[in-house]
């Protein structure tokens, strides 16, 4: 038989048409409305290029410079492990996923208690994400509330290194503990130059809706352009908040404050890696909660993912595996499910966010584990049917049907091939029901639990050398 | 007195061409301007804040029936009599030094605001310094802070001792919220007043005051 390609299943939620609107709706914001520039070189950069400069700090940006830096920017980057490893190439629309940033609260693993979280969480959520199969990255998922909160990002920093291998996202209050941020990574990577060449972080900063850049946050952005540290720079174009309510507005307007961004961070190092996209979710209109498991979120992301086909090129930044539930209950699940699975589809990038709970307020270690079984149940269904010869089993079907009282199960192409043809779960149920009373009659969150604690418990990382240890306590202690 | 019903509808859906004609209409009507707010207007608004505690009435129609309700004091404003109290106080509201998060500030300052308080916001970003000097130039009842990031809520402190230093702590009441911030906290750094979101910033508001 001629060979037959597999079909990736996509969702598409956008057309050629429709993309080259919201695009065209984003380049006249940023040439007839501009952006408001805080910071003063990024300003001046921008006035020598030719843009107006007016009202002080907003400036105008032409559709000239948007365009010659969607040309520049790499369309596809890999981010490494900390050991030099490829690990997430960003490319053809691969998706990883990891967990999310500063959350206030976590749900005490022992107790089941929500309570404000410490740096030993952090240290818990690195650790279980190194143990995690289909968690690609990892990100703080906590705000410790006992460390200096003058140097919160730094501590946060180091508490991941020294608890995962996998590659990270990362936050920075300013250009002060980015400086060190970086300094730290360079030391795990054995120098500046070679965590350039292998970057295995990325920056989260962001821009603030409507169309506004403060200093600190650009103060970033060319930190990272300059040393070559991948960087995201969603801001928070919610629609009905900080965006309009319909999701086209928001979109344009999310996207002109990313290619803002982009014209700054290309102008300062053309090639230097960008993840593209706002965060566009919605500002609900009963709770005026910024929602972490609302389909448009899901919906936006896709429809970027589609102006990332049809136009960008460049690898999107997304959401998933999050919910607005306090406990991790039906509704988790649901909202974590709809958001993986879509994103899924959509291809796109870099997803974060798996494991919050509370509108991004909570974090929870069993939301983590339980997300991890989710994405390995899309990624089985987003790997579409094989249709080959193998997988068409004619052969099987004939020696079957030929054998009186033979069925599949006892098959050769059932033994050889039953292990890719299948997905199996390890967390969601299917045992018959006197298996599963015998084994305490467990829910999903119990079984997430017993497996979060288990990972804790006997994962082991392998662990960084004394003398890179040494080198980032010395970074810090300075 | 007139029926102020045609009036409370158009406020309540948001109206504000009706809701400007049926104030005209009670003005024509040579009604006094303090009955038409106190048993026109408030009504109306207290039926709405209503409404959206129970979660039928969605944050943007809270906003319009707000702004219905200003339009419709301006029109009045003019026939107040002498002494006649159209605010409930004033509360100067910003998000503290370092932090950018505004929405939640704004949301609160609306609601405040539509409740009948008059709003001084200094914005984002705003220093004790610069907290202290909108108080002295501005003489408010409440100073409002916002805060949402665990790296800047000492600033709530730095600014409630810069107030002391000032010697204008006891001449008005400190209000604190956003996600991070708790009542504990508020405790602990002597704030008079915490509230978790904008419905219960105006009820916390009125009780600072002592109003209803
Ligand atoms: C005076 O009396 C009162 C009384 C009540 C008061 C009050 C004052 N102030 C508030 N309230 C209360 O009433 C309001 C109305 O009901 C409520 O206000 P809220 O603000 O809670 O509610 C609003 C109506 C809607 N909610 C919001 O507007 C906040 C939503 C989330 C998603 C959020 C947004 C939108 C943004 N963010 Co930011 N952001 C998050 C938020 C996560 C979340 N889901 O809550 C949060 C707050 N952010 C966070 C972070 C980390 C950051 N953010 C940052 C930036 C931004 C954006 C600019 C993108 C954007 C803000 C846009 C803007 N104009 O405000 C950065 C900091 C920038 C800075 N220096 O301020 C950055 C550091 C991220 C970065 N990578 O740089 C986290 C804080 C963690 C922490 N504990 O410190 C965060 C919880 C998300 C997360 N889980 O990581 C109540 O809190």
């Not at chain 1, 910071?39 to 010659?68: Q, R, S, T, Y």
């Not at chain 1, 500063?102 to 107790?111: A, L, M, P, Q, S």
């Not at chain 1, 460049?314 to 879509?342: H, L, N, R």
């Amino acid at each position: 038989m001629k060979e037959v390609q597999t079909f990736r299943p996509r969702l598409k939620v956008l057309g050629k048409q429709q993309v080259d609107a919201i695009h065209a709706s984003a380049l006249e914001i940023l040439a007839t409305m501009g952006v408001k520039m805080e910071h003063p070189g990024a300003l001046a950069m921008l006035k020598n290029a030719g843009c107006e400069v007016f009202n002080e700090d907003w400036v105008k940006i032409p559709a000239e410079l948007v365009e010659a830096a969607i040309k520049t920017a790499p369309k596809k980057f890999t981010l490494y492990d900390q050991n030099g490893n490829p690990a997430m190439p960003l490319e053809d629309g691969n998706s990883f996923y990891g967990t999310g940033s500063d959350t206030n609260f976590t749900i005490d693993v022992e107790t089941g208690e929500r309570r404000p979280t410490v740096i030993a969480d952090v240290a818990n959520f690195a650790k279980l994400v190194d143990g995690l199969d289909n968690i690609s990255f990892n990100m703080s998922m906590a705000n410790a509330q006992d460390v200096p909160v003058k140097d919160i990002y730094i501590h946060a920093f180091v508490a991941m290194v020294k608890n995962t291998n996998k590659p990270m996202v990362f936050i920075a209050d300013s250009g002060r503990d980015i400086a060190v941020i970086h300094q730290i990574a360079s030391a795990i990577a054995g120098g500046e130059e070679k965590f350039r060449a292998k970057p295995f972080m990325l920056n989260y900063s962001e821009a603030i809706s409507p169309l506004r850049f403060p200093e600190t946050i650009v103060d970033k952005l060319i930190f990272c352009a300059q040393k070559g540290i991948p960087l995201c720079l969603p801001s928070g174009s919610n629609a009905g908040g900080g965006a309009p309510v319909t999701l086209a507005g928001a979109m344009a307007m999310g996207i002109a404050e990313n290619l803002a961004g982009l014209v700054i961070h290309q102008m300062t190092n053309k090639g230097a890696p960008f993840l593209f996209g706002p965060n566009v979710s919605v500002l609900d209109m009963k709770s005026a909660v910024v929602s972490y498991g609302c389909p448009e979120w899901s919906l936006s992301q896709a429809a970027l993912a589609d102006m990332r086909d049809e136009l960008y090129g460049i690898p999107t930044w997304a959401y998933a595996g999050a919910s607005d539930s306090k406990v991790m209950d039906a509704q988790a699940g649901a909202e974590a499910a709809f958001s993986i699975y879509s994103a899924m589809l959509a291809h796109a990038n870099v997803i974060h966010d798996m494991g919050y709970l509370e509108y991004g307020s909570t974090s929870c270690l069993e939301m983590v584990t339980m997300a991890n079984e989710l994405v390995a149940m899309s990624r089985f269904f987003a790997g579409g049917i094989p249709v080959n010869d193998g997988t068409l089993a004619l052969d099987a079907l004939k020696r079957v049907s030929g054998t009186p009282g033979s069925m599949f199960l006892m098959d050769d192409h059932t033994f050889e091939h039953f292990m890719e043809a299948q997905f199996t779960p390890k967390l969601l149920d299917r045992s018959r029901y006197d298996a599963w009373e015998g084994a305490g009659s467990q829910d999903m969150y119990k079984r997430c639990n017993v497996e979060a604690k288990r990972i804790l418990d006997e994962h082991e990382m392998e662990p960084k050398s004394k003398e890179v240890l040494e080198q980032i306590d010395n970074i810090v202690s300075k | 007195m007139s029926d102020y019903k045609a009036l409370q509808e158009a406020v309540l859906k948001g109206d504000i061409k009706t809701a400007l004609e049926q104030t005209q209409k009670a003005i024509d009507a040579k009604d006094v301007a303090r009955d038409v707010l106190d048993n026109g207007l408030i009504p109306a608004m207290d039926e709405m804040g209503d409404r959206f505690a129970k979660g039928v009435a969605f944050v943007p129609q809270m906003l319009r029936a707000a702004k219905t309700m200003q339009e419709c004091v301006k029109l009045l404003q003019p026939l107040f009599a002498e002494g006649d109290i159209t605010s409930k106080g004033k509360v100067l509201i910003g998000t503290v030094k370092g932090d950018l998060h505004d929405i939640g500030k704004n949301l609160v300052a609306m609601m405040l605001e539509g409740a009948g308080f008059t709003i001084v916001d200094i914005g984002v970003d705003v220093s004790p310094d610069k907290f202290v000097e909108k108080v002295k130039e501005t003489n408010p009842d409440i100073v409002g802070m916002s805060a949402l990031l665990s790296t800047t809520m000492p600033a709530m402190p730095e600014t409630i001792e810069a107030l002391k230093t000032a010697g204008l702590r006891d001449n008005i009441k400190i209000m604190i919220g956003g996600a991070p911030v708790t009542e504990k906290y508020a405790t602990q750094i002597e704030a008079d007043s915490y509230a978790s979101d904008a419905g219960s910033a105006v009820a916390k508001a009125k009780e600072l005051l002592g109003i209803s």
